[in-house]
């Protein structure tokens, strides 16, 4: 701390995330990244524009991106908004449609960085406890007095609520903007895009970090009614308004146009997630169904501390949170088939071993 | 407006960026952007790194970059922050070091940008009249209430204020966070970044934007003592952890290393510049001295906007501000020797048309 830091600057808990040490080479299984590279038409599309043009600003309003993913949803570019990964759409949200003055709602076991953007933003929160299987409590978002934010699939336990009961979240919260974080849908769940044509309070959330295989070139959307939309660009353009560079452009635009890869490689991840889920009880774990592209295990004797420890040691990095009602719990990031068999090796060994 | 808008989202005046047309093709003189293209290292290097490691998240803290850079200045890496462009940083300084209830200080004629961050982040300011040739008060920075911003050489005057007023400046402000952000000093100006040793509240933020050739790839860095560092990594922290994706970090990296290639551009501005200045004389113009990549001049006889359009008319962009004091101007950014020959010739017949 420092007499130069502002008032908010002292009061901020920030986000820390997965680990990315470079000590030795880790099977990294902590950061929920997609196993298969990006497709090859997108390298290709970025190898492309790598040129003279990388002098001149990028289109601040991303058009290309936007147009990309009208056509892909069957919805109007204004309907759209792009930003640096959807981190950064949660906070440009947050800063747009959430008061100080109102209470929002989460769930107590959720993304960590939300408590973090209300700490940034000055916001009051209510969390909503889970339940102990980790189902989310449909009711008790309804009515919210300032807005509601729930990831979904839900993170890191993987579990899904229907599209009905969002349905009836919205039904229940005519007043307010309710902002669905899909950042693992495509591992399984049914999206709630289909609902923003009727429902204008609704903000849908996506990332090309996982199904689109792009975490390194930050690249998210939102998807709502276009008064919404609206607010989340004046709130950008107050902010940064070129936040995504040229080459990320280009990526996000191609990775919509090759179906087929993003296809074959999430139905891929689906798959390994099923067998491991599998292999995992068969070792002694529990676990939840997921639908994203991580499990959320308990073993029955073995602490999740020492597991991941244990991991560590072996070279494979798993993630743990240091946080009440799921500090014996791990999320596993779904890897490739190969990667799993070591990871399912180790873990056979460490099972065998205690 | 809308009703699910936040306070803050209904009470925003967004910045509005230099516009980039697609109708047809124009000499682009309108958003200061660097006529060569980045250093074909820069190039080569992120071709080099377009591969499947893009399915993995960047580095958050950018290690890469900050060491190169502080190899560049001959700092320690903890006294320099990377973000996504300066505006970015800009954003996050705002937020890191100002207070909604201690009024900051800026020149009246200045980055549009920085009005913008007080809606957005609810500060007070107090605009300080520059002098009718530009100038800027010193004096009348000492004892600011809540902090200072200067950009130097000022922008769209492109006036430069020495960095012995900075000093003074800086030792008149002991409580506060001065921000001298440096986004056009590498065409002329003598940098603030030697006083960052001495001066705990000196933030200095410089762009790849310009002198960089690299406005497409969205890269900026702020140096100062450590402990504002840490703040501004706390606040990016609690937004985005990772703001620059893996080509941007790469194309950073390399950008520093070739210094040749910098040194030869820059140069290469800075005389066409000169040249410019001149000609535009002869044709009628008044300048006062630039050390930008850009100038700012007034036609003796000639309305500035009546030029702009007769100038857009003709496939050449310039910039025009429909600002008080400012608008019988145009800031004119500096292109290449053969852009400016067009424009020179463009406004050489406009001169005689009229």
């Known amino acids: 701390m420092n007499k130069y830091w502002s008032e908010l600057a002292k009061r901020l808990d920030p986000y ?10 880790y099977i990294k299984l902590n950061t929920n990244e997609n196993p298969y590279g990006p497709s090859p038409k997108v ?13 001149l600003y990028p289109d601040p309003t991303c058009d290309m991106l936007l147009s990309a993913a009208a056509e892909y949803y069957g919805l109007k570019k204004e309907q759209i908004f792009a930003g640096n990964g959807s981190d950064e759409i949660l906070a440009f949200a947050f800063m747009a449609f959430f008061d100080p003055d109102r209470t929002i709602l989460f769930p107590d076991i959720t993304y960590t ?3 973090v953007y209300t700490s940034l933003f000055n916001l009051d929160y209510k969390l909503v406890k889970v339940t102990d299987d980790f189902g989310i409590p449909e009711e008790e978002f309804y009515n919210s007095p300032g807005g509601v934010i729930i990831a979904n699939p839900n993170a890191p336990t993987g579990k899904f609520m229907s599209v009905s009961s969002i349905k009836r979240i919205l039904d229940n919260n005519l007043s307010n903007v309710v902002i669905v974080d899909e950042a693992y849908i495509d591992f399984g769940g049914e999206s709630a895009v289909k609902l923003v044509d009727k429902y204008p309070n609704l903000l849908v959330v ?8 792009l975490a390194g070139m930050r690249i998210g959307f939102a998807i709502g009614n276009s008064e919404l939309i609206e607010a989340l660009n004046r709130v950008k353009n107050s902010f940064n308004s070129y936040t995504l560079d040229r080459l990320a452009i280009v990526a996000g635009t191609e990775a919509f146009k090759d179906n087929g890869y993003f296809e074959e490689t999430r139905n891929k991840v689906i798959s390994t997630r099923e067998r491991v889920t599998v292999e ?3 070792l002694g774990f529990s676990i939840s169904e997921s639908v994203a592209n991580f499990i959320f295990a308990r073993h029955n004797t073995i602490k999740a501390l020492d597991m991941f420890r244990e991991l560590r040691a072996r070279g494979i990095l798993v993630r743990y949170f240091k946080k009440q009602r799921i500090d014996n719990l791990l999320r596993i990031s779904i890897g490739s088939d190969e990667e799993m068999d070591v990871f399912l090796a180790e873990v056979g060994d460490i099972v065998r071993e205690n």
């Open 16 to 25: 820390v995330p997965g680990e990315q040490p470079k000590d030795r080479k």
């Open 43 to 55: 390298l290709e599309a970025i190898r492309d524009c790598t040129d003279e043009r990388l002098k």
């Open 113 to 115: 960085f939300y408590p």
């Open 206 to 213: 996506h990332t090309f970090s996982k199904s689109r295989s």
């Open 280 to 282: 995992l009880c068969k």
